[in-house]
């Protein structure tokens, strides 16, 4: 199992979270919600509104999201659907944990005593460099204040 950050439509109540329960992905069990150590620019871009956390580390806010232990189906999965390495890098970040449900099973390592765990996170270094401008967000919902709705898949 590996340990996957989701700071996106991937989140509990987003548009795609339906694929994190979608046990034909692979499985995926939620193990509590965290922010990263350092800050990123998490920005709302292109014509579908889609969150974008960009790999500039020190810049924007501590983005908060959900912990997630998957397996390599779901991680083979979450390759492909983030774009994975074209649109999206996976990269192992440093997670605070705010609230942590992990039951911590064999082989399954707990938090650490501070509290910050490595995980999986999807960030892009491949942007349009007028991303850097656009508005920082330290916590993506869909149907947020910004009025930057995304378009799911099946709409566009």
């Given at each position: 199992?590996?340990r996957?950050?989701?700071?996106?439509?991937?989140?509990?109540?987003?548009?795609?979270?339906?694929?994190?329960?979608?046990?034909?992905?692979g499985?995926?069990k939620f193990?509590?919600?965290?922010?990263?150590?350092?800050?990123y620019?998490?920005?709302i871009a292109g014509k579908y509104?889609?969150?974008?956390m960009l790999?500039?580390p020190?810049?924007?806010?501590?983005?908060?999201g959900?912990?997630?232990?998957v397996?390599?189906?779901?991680?083979r999965?979450?390759?492909?659907?983030?774009?994975?390495?074209d649109?999206?890098?996976?990269t192992?970040?440093?997670?605070e944990?705010?609230?942590?449900?992990?039951?911590g099973g064999t082989?399954?390592p707990r938090?650490?005593?501070?509290?910050?765990?490595?995980c999986f996170?999807?960030?892009t270094t491949?942007y349009?460099?007028?991303w850097?401008g656009l508005?920082?967000?330290?916590s993506?919902?869909?149907?947020?204040?910004h009025?930057l709705?995304?378009?799911?898949r099946?709409?566009?």
């Open positions: 199992m590996a996957v950050f989701v700071y996106g439509t991937l989140k509990k109540g987003q548009p795609n979270y339906k694929y994190m329960i979608n046990t034909a992905k499985l995926a193990q509590g919600r965290g922010r990263t150590v350092e800050k620019p998490l920005v509104n889609i969150p974008y790999n500039i020190g810049t924007g806010h501590h983005v908060a959900e912990i997630y232990s397996d390599e189906q779901m991680l999965f979450l390759d492909e659907f983030e774009g994975c390495p649109m999206y890098q996976r192992l970040k440093r997670i944990v705010v609230e942590w449900e992990g039951k082989g399954e938090a650490t005593a501070e509290g910050v765990l490595e996170v999807y960030s491949t349009p460099p007028e850097v508005p920082y967000h330290d993506y919902d869909s149907s947020g204040k009025g709705s995304y378009v799911l099946e709409s566009r």
